[in-house]
């Protein structure tokens, strides 16, 4: 970390402490010598140039387009990121139903006639496709699901059932759920990803940006083991958008995503495997 900061210029570091709680990446605080500790990001072999600059960019639109707190972007190129620090988010009701706030106004003032972004982006160390299309199922089903399927272990995860059953649930999406507007979306929002500015706003890092249903954020936060202070977060989020009494039944739907881009990512799965196979049983077929 210390020769990708020096090789950027910046040359008043003097320790990079490890920092914990990413899956996909390195990262560290970095100290330096006249100046505020920085946090820095790489990778071991990145996936691609652009991928901190996309990442800049997706915390560049949370903040202009949707008004949510961000780092500051202290530098991105093809070897590391650097942002200015955020604070840990407190324990407290009271954070939790700002962030209600600030997500809802994120995702009711960005609404947008197409799903998608104007370029691919980076959900961890696998590129998310995000091609314009004017229909949200399909959109969904062909970038967000069908997409995973081909990935080596996603296919040793899978077998030939489990393929048929996601294709059918797939061609069933207009059934399953609501013809909801595309919006802007955090696009990875695990409870990880949601911290403190230094004045105690709930801020986000680590997007995946792209105009999607807004559904696929709350499914995120809500099935990610939230702490108990969060439970009043989802009836504050749903009372602000007119979010219908049904919705924690569609979360298992949409969360296969992050599941399955879990699946193709990472050895240990942490039961997204398992979580995958319960949502698809009802779209086998029966003898």
Not at 35 to 53: G, I, N, R, Y
Not at 140 to 151: D, K, T
Request: with cysteine.
């Amino acid at each position: 970390m210390l020769e990708h900061l020096a090789r950027a210029g910046m040359h008043d570091v003097l320790t990079v402490e490890p920092a914990t709680g990413g899956l996909a990446a390195l990262a560290g605080i970095a100290t330096r010598r006249d100046a505020p500790p920085v946090f820095v990001k790489a990778f071991d072999e990145p996936p691609a140039e652009d991928v901190f600059d996309a990442e800049a960019e997706g915390l560049a639109a949370l903040r202009d387009l949707g008004g949510m707190a961000t780092p500051d972007v202290v530098l991105a190129n093809h070897e590391l990121l650097v942002l200015s620090v955020l604070r840990p988010r407190p324990s407290t009701e009271d954070f939790w139903e700002r962030f209600a706030h600030a997500l809802a106004h994120l995702h009711t003032s960005t609404t947008h006639p197409r799903f998608g972004w104007h370029r691919d982006n980076w959900l961890g160390r696998r590129r998310q496709r995000n091609t314009w299309t004017g229909d949200g199922f399909a959109f969904f089903a062909q970038h967000r699901l069908l997409r995973w399927l081909g990935e080596p272990r996603v296919d040793a995860a899978l077998d030939s059932a489990d393929r048929a059953a996601l294709e059918r649930l797939c061609d069933r999406l207009p059934e399953l759920l609501p013809d909801r507007p595309a919006c802007l979306t955090h696009g990875d929002l695990w409870a990880q990803n949601v911290l403190a500015t230094p004045d105690g706003r709930p801020a986000l890092i680590d997007p995946a940006v792209s105009y999607m249903w807004a559904e696929v954020d709350l499914a995120h936060v809500w099935t990610t083991a939230p702490p108990p202070e969060a439970r009043r977060c989802f009836a504050v989020y749903a009372e602000l958008t007119g979010l219908d009494a049904g919705w924690p039944d569609r979360m298992p739907i949409i969360q296969l995503r992050q599941h399955l881009a879990v699946v193709a990512q990472f050895d240990d799965d942490w039961g997204a495997g398992d979580q995958i196979r319960a949502t698809l049983a009802p779209f086998r077929t029966r003898g």
